[in-house]
């Protein structure tokens, strides 16, 4: 029985857990904004791949990281207008549109990707790291845990902010009344589809830098289909998380501990089969929606659209 | 958690069997013109990363659809589809989102691919067939246990529940082609099937008789849904919940029933495929029919019938778009791109067509209708 | 009901000649309905106007007007004088138009407070501490006290329709609009209503209120004003109120309604006024009783109260009415008797026979029948033809289905029948039953349910939101199902209609049955009594 608890097993656990889970970090916090405002937005998944492929191109072309994240982030906001245009203003259903965005942006980065790199498939250089003074110095975890690209620091603090948003500004309240009622939001003379559209490009925008953080900090290059399923765990975690932005964080660790698993049990000198990594974050999903079936509530309003006057 | 959810029935107008929507014309417009104008899209987009797009679809018809070769392929690939949709057809039509048909046929594909020498070496072909068709439906069916479940119970939304466990499918599937059913070859793959013992093909054809069965499941799954009172509750289920819990349909029963009914033909895809054509499995294979026959269904407006056309175009672009994506050296995932676009523009000309057919102007009014002084 | 009218020195409180609020030719069409028809209004400040008017006469479109939710299609409204356009709920309320709707509108999940805050807070920062002094002044001003950190949904209604109050004052309005405000209220809820407004009024406050009911016109207008299929059919200023006896001002507002020519609709009227009971004490009731229900508690659902011990039992040929405010557990009452919802404790006799076990389907077929208040959420599917709709409860039965085999050829000519007996006015049996009128598809809903030999019938709100002419004849049907001997259970808010149709009255006061009135000359006082909880509880009948 090889010894679990060595340093380097809870390094490898711990400290590759949040790292490969920060993509989901964003994804889901996006994701938690859009439903609590009443949008499903099930074109997540094509959200972050597309961030994921602009980003690591933007990247490519500029050799900065900054330039690739923020690429990644416009991207998703633009197929956030999608969602925006056909669900949040024409009423269309978002769970069609959504499964159209996912199919189309695989097959369109999956056919640019071929056309521009599939012959070099180039790489990224490794992102630059911030050592935080004091904390990187404690033992253990401290050198691993706390240097880490500036990205990863600013999405735990953006988290936090999220959670501030929701609960105590106007922005917030609105956003939680249009996933609730949103006709008593419209009555009180809030523009239910702004707010909405708002929610929705923020979760674009979102999904869009956790896919280029996949494909720039975390991968090191873009290769189709790399989100791999991650937009749905999104999905299934916003729906947990009912509003509650750090629970981002809860899903993303469990999700990146999953991931990091493998490694970190490879260290210690046991193998498994990749399938296995792959399965394990849908199948702790899976038990965890078994075990809390009762709990998972999604606003009432989610999923509907919101016309005004339509009778 | 209630699923406030649409129904997928919401998203197109699934006129009850004893009415009739508008005319002919107004079906073409909006069964074909999503595809035209996804068709004329993608042209664009192969020009802009430099490829002809005259000669890309000319390749996809010439190997898809006249070379006769090219013409049975298609047929025979329309088996897995046709069934497939038929799969999503019963769920959908009770308002049940399964869209986690990958895992489902991965899952059904594997067992039948994995167990399918050593059934097929004790018991005569046809026996064996049958057989595992049964276990193809019989695991496909399981797959859905767990989302139905939750559905029933707690009404937890099956959307989440069916993708979640698609690539959980996906992933044991694998792992029984690496473990269990390996067969001796030195790549991960299941043993093969020796040829004469898969799936008869029709006379002076390539084309397996699995065709005729996914023919005919597309036809009971017609009959069931405009004919019988089985049909009638699944559609009222889909239709308004709350109402078929009303009338006195046993709501909890049905969705599982439905569930196990959809996964099951998902399964029958899975072995229709590994008996009529691969004759075994290889580790990592996805051919990912699921979201990709979603447009096709609703196209066909959850008609059985009707999405045999749409199959058919499906399945000929499927074919002649992985000889057309090979000669312009792209990947054959191209196909993708076409048959979201298709979603796309039909969530579009539906939301058009319907808003004409209510005498509203096209473009929804934001500033107009100020009061006249 | 138990309501006091204001007094004279009410009405003549000082005016300012430019009216707060004033509608000029307003028209409103939507595809195939005129909803709103020239109409012109004014309210002045210090005045409850009050309108009045059937469902579908066209009030609350007139409101949606005047809160910025539709646009008219012609016509000016002037706000102190000046023409403004009001294009959105805010530009209403901007422009001091506060709306209480029908519906309450608060969000159940939210704090009392943040439903207050949401629309009107200042910045970006929601600023708590200001809105609890807000909510400090505005309780004052009403003369109520409201917890600012209660979640809404677990307010009585009456607390409820305070907040909502307060919200549409919140920042300085002159108009206040109140739609249908007393349909969920209690009698005593209304009395307190009243004295709300009368506050209101007295600071100069123009107050426009919404009613179908003609007696709370007359008590609580300065002016009335009277729709009737979207045009304004008669006016009453404050002059006319002073110079008439109620009586007289009755017999105005009856006449503008139904006009006077239409002397069956008048007679329809006066059938819709309590009668008593006497009907109903006339008829041959069996001695066995049909329909019991024994001890049964069953679980909160549906933000209703849970249900507690419930005992009733109703004999074949009588109509046990059941009284109480909206989201007492009427509706969990009807659903464990049809099966929809499952009972905790205590048993459901059908005949003498227990039927606890049964399902749905199973108690249909025995002849127990639930003809449900929503309509359209689970009545019938909306999507589907009529006649499709008539035979929803007996999918897979005969002479509709044999072997699993749908007969449309059976169906089509079991519909053109039930048309006929049950009055359904519909282009063809294969029209969409969405797109029939709410009568219309009550109609439907009853042809559904009352053939094939029932022998309970239980009715949830079984007039609510329809047409004079469909009350009367929903009414005329359900007294001949009695008389047929049938055991009819009638859910209802409608005190005036349970007065009217039932034999007994149970109450029902969070999830108890408080009393059991028996019909009779003191029946509505007495029963409102029960509902407000003053007087003891009867001894169950």
């Given at each position: 029985m090889p010894d679990l608890f060595t340093s380097g097993f809870l390094t490898a656990l711990v400290v590759g857990g949040l790292v490969a889970g920060v993509p989901l970090l964003f994804a889901g916090l996006g994701e938690i904004i859009a439903e609590a405002s009443g949008?499903?937005?099930?074109g997540l998944e094509g959200m972050m791949l597309a961030g994921a492929f602009i980003g690591f191109v933007a990247t490519l072309l500029t050799q900065n990281v900054w330039f690739g994240l923020g690429a990644g982030a416009v991207a998703g906001l633009l197929l956030s207008l999608v969602m925006v245009l056909?669900?949040?203003?024409?009423?269309?259903?978002q769970i069609v549109v959504g499964v159209a965005i996912v199919l189309t942006v695989e097959g369109a980065t999956a056919v640019l990707h071929a056309t521009l790199?599939?012959?070099?498939?180039p790489r990224l250089d490794a992102a630059p790291r911030f050592a935080i003074p004091f904390l990187s110095d404690l033992p253990v975890l401290g050198g691993s845990l706390f240097t880490q690209p500036v990205i990863v620091y600013l999405g735990f603090i953006l988290v936090g902010v999220v959670a501030w948003v929701l609960r105590n500004t106007s922005v917030g309240l609105h956003l939680r009344a249009a996933g609730e009622q949103p006709a008593s939001l419209d009555a009180a003379g809030v523009d239910v589809v702004r707010i909405r559209s708002v929610a929705e490009m923020v979760c674009g925008a979102l999904a869009g830098l956790g896919g280029a953080y996949l494909a720039?900090?975390?991968?090191?290059t873009f290769v189709p289909?790399?989100?791999?399923g991650m937009g749905f765990i999104a999905i299934v975690i916003a729906m947990l998380a009912?509003?509650?932005?750090w629970w981002s964080v809860i899903g993303a660790f469990l999700f990146g501990m999953s991931l990091s698993l493998t490694t970190a049990l490879q260290l210690v000198g046991i193998d498994v089969p990749v399938d296995v990594v792959q399965m394990l974050p849908f199948v702790s999903v899976i038990v965890v929606l078994v075990i809390f079936a009762r709990d998972?509530?999604?606003?009432?309003?989610?999923g509907l659209p919101y016309l005004r006057g339509s009778r | 958690m209630t699923s406030p959810l649409t129904s997928p029935e919401a998203v197109v107008?699934?006129?009850?069997?004893?009415t009739r929507g508008a005319g002919l014309g107004d079906a073409l417009v909006r069964s074909l013109g999503p595809i035209v104008l996804a068709l004329i899209t993608c042209g664009a987009l192969l020009a802009i990363v430099g490829r002809d797009p005259v000669a890309f679809y000319s390749d996809i018809l010439q190997a898809g659809l006249v070379r006769p070769s090219g013409l049975q392929d298609s047929i025979t690939r329309m088996a897995p589809i046709l069934l497939v949709a038929a799969g999503m057809i019963v769920a959908f039509r009770a308002?049940?989102?399964?869209?986690g048909s990958d895992g489902q046929y991965l899952l059904a594909a594997a067992c039948v691919a994995g167990t399918a020498p050593n059934v097929l070496a004790a018991v005569p072909a046809p026996l064996g067939w049958l057989v595992l068709g049964l276990v193809g439906m019989a695991v496909g069916a399981s797959w859905t246990l767990v989302p139905a479940w939750l559905r029933a119970r707690?009404?937890?939304?099956?959307i989440v529940t069916t993708l979640m466990m698609s690539f959980v499918g996906t992933g044991l599937a694998n792992l029984l082609i690496k473990g269990p059913?390996?067969?001796?070859?030195?790549?991960p793959q299941t043993a093969v099937v020796d040829?004469?013992?898969?799936l008869f093909d029709l006379p002076g054809t390539r084309i397996h008789i699995g065709v005729i069965v996914a023919l005919i499941a597309v036809a009971a799954v017609y009959w069931v849904f405009s004919r019988t009172s089985f049909g009638m509750r699944i559609d009222v289920l889909g239709a308004n919940a709350r109402a078929a819990q009303h009338v006195g349909i046993r709501v909890s029963r049905l969705i599982i029933v439905t569930f196990l009914l959809s996964g099951a033909l998902m399964g029958l895809a899975a072995a229709v495929d590994m008996l009529g054509i691969f004759g075994y499995m290889r580790a990592?294979?996805?051919?990912?029919y699921g979201l990709k026959v979603v447009p096709l269904v609703f196209l066909a407006r959850l008609n059985a019938l009707a999405v045999i056309p749409f199959a058919a175009f499906f399945s000929v672009l499927s074919i002649g778009g992985e000889y057309a994506a090979r000669r312009a050296q792209?990947?054959?995932?191209f196909l993708l791109l076409v048959i979201g676009l298709v979603l796309t523009f039909m969530v579009v000309t539906q939301y058009l067509t319907d808003k004409r057919d209510r005498g509203e102007?096209?473009?929804?009014?934001?500033?107009?209708g100020m009061a006249r002084a | 009901m138990g309501t006091t009218g204001p007094t004279i020195e009410d009405r003549s409180t000082p005016q300012t000649a430019t009216p707060a609020v004033e509608l000029i030719d307003i028209t409103k069409t939507f595809p195939g309905v005129?909803?709103?028809?020239?109409i012109s209004l004014a309210a002045m400040p210090g005045e409850v106007l009050c309108l009045l008017g059937e469902n579908g006469a066209g009030k609350s479109t007139l409101m949606s007007i005047l809160s910025g939710i539709y646009r008219p299609d012609e016509g000016r409204i002037l706000v102190d004088g000046r023409p403004v356009n009001i294009d959105s709920p805010r530009h209403g309320r901007d422009l001091g138009i506060g709306m209480v709707y029908q519906h309450l509108?608060?969000?159940?999940?939210?704090t009392v407070l943040e439903n207050l805050m949401?629309?009107?807070?200042?910045?970006?920062?929601?600023?708590r501490d200001g809105a609890r002094t807000r909510l400090g002044e505005l309780s004052e001003r009403l003369g109520v006290t409201v917890d600012?950190?209660?979640?809404?949904?677990?307010?009585?209604l009456g607390q409820q329709q305070q907040v909502e109050i307060i919200k549409a004052l919140?920042?300085?309005?002159?108009v206040l609009i109140l739609d249908e405000?007393?349909?969920?209220?209690t009698p005593q809820g209304i009395a307190e209503l009243q004295d709300v407004l009368r506050g209101l009024k007295r600071s100069g406050l123009a107050i426009i209120f919404i009613t179908h009911k003609l007696h709370e016109a007359v008590a609580i207008g300065d002016r009335v004003a009277i729709l009737k299929q979207g045009k304004v059919v008669g006016r009453l200023d404050p002059a006319d109120l002073a110079a008439m006896t109620p009586d007289e001002i009755q017999a105005r507002i009856v006449a503008a309604m139904f006009?006077?020519?239409a002397a069956t609709d008048v007679a329809d009227i006066a059938e819709l006024r309590?009668?008593?009971g006497v009907t109903a004490t006339a008829r041959d009731l069996s001695?066995?009783?049909?329909l019991e229900v024994v001890d049964v508690s069953a679980d909160a659902a549906g933000g209703e109260h849970a249900l507690a011990d419930i005992n009733l039992e109703v004999r074949g040929g009588e109509i046990l009415g059941v009284a109480g405010v909206?989201?007492?557990g009427q509706r969990t009452l009807a659903e464990v008797i049809a099966g929809q919802s499952r009972h905790v404790t205590g048993s459901i006799r059908l005949g003498g026979v227990t039927?606890?076990?049964?399902s749905i389907a199973e108690r249909q077929a025995l002849g127990l029948r639930y003809v449900t208040d929503d309509r359209l959420g689970e009545g019938v599917?909306?999507?589907?033809?009529l006649s499709l709709n008539l035979v929803l409860k007996r999918i897979g039965q005969p002479p509709f289905w044999r072997g699993g085999r749908v007969d449309r050829a059976q169906i089509r000519r079991s519909a053109v029948e039930s048309i006929r007996l049950f009055d359904i006015r519909t282009?063809?049996?294969?029209?969409?039953?969405?797109?029939?009128s709410g009568g219309n598809i009550q109609k439907a809903l009853l042809a559904r349910e009352l053939?094939?030999?029932?022998?309970v019938v239980v009715f949830n709100k079984?007039?609510?939101?329809?047409d004079v002419r469909t009350i009367v004849a929903v009414r005329e049907r359900i007294r001949a199902l009695a008389e047929e001997g049938v055991a009819i259970v009638v859910i209802s808010n409608d005190l005036d209609e349970l007065v009217d149709l039932s034999d007994r009255v149970a109450v029902l006061d969070a999830g108890r049955i408080t009393g059991v009135v028996p019909a009779g000359p003191e029946a509505e006082v007495r029963i409102g009594e029960l509902i407000v909880g003053v007087a003891p509880a009867q001894a169950v009948g």
């Open positions: 949008v499903l937005n099930v056909f669900c949040i203003r024409l009423g269309l259903d790199y599939g012959e070099s498939y720039i900090v975390g991968a090191g289909f790399v989100t791999n009912r509003g509650r932005a998972a509530r999604l606003p009432s309003a989610l | 107008d699934v006129a009850p069997p004893t308002g049940m989102w399964n869209l707690y009404g937890l939304n099956e059913f390996d067969g001796p070859s030195t790549v040829p004469s013992l898969l990592d294979w996805n051919p990912a792209l990947p054959s995932d102007p096209i473009l929804p009014r934001r500033r107009a | 005129v909803a709103n028809d020239r509108s608060l969000i159940p999940t939210l949401m629309g009107s807070n200042p910045g970006l920062s929601l600023d600012p950190d209660a979640r809404a949904g677990s307010l009585a919140w920042s300085g309005s002159r405000p007393t349909s969920m209220l006009g006077s020519s309590p009668t008593s001695s066995k009783p049909l909206d989201g007492s039927i606890d076990g049964l599917v909306s999507s589907y033809p282009p063809s049996t294969e029209t969409r039953i969405g797109k029939l053939s094939f030999e029932p022998r079984p007039t609510h939101g329809l």
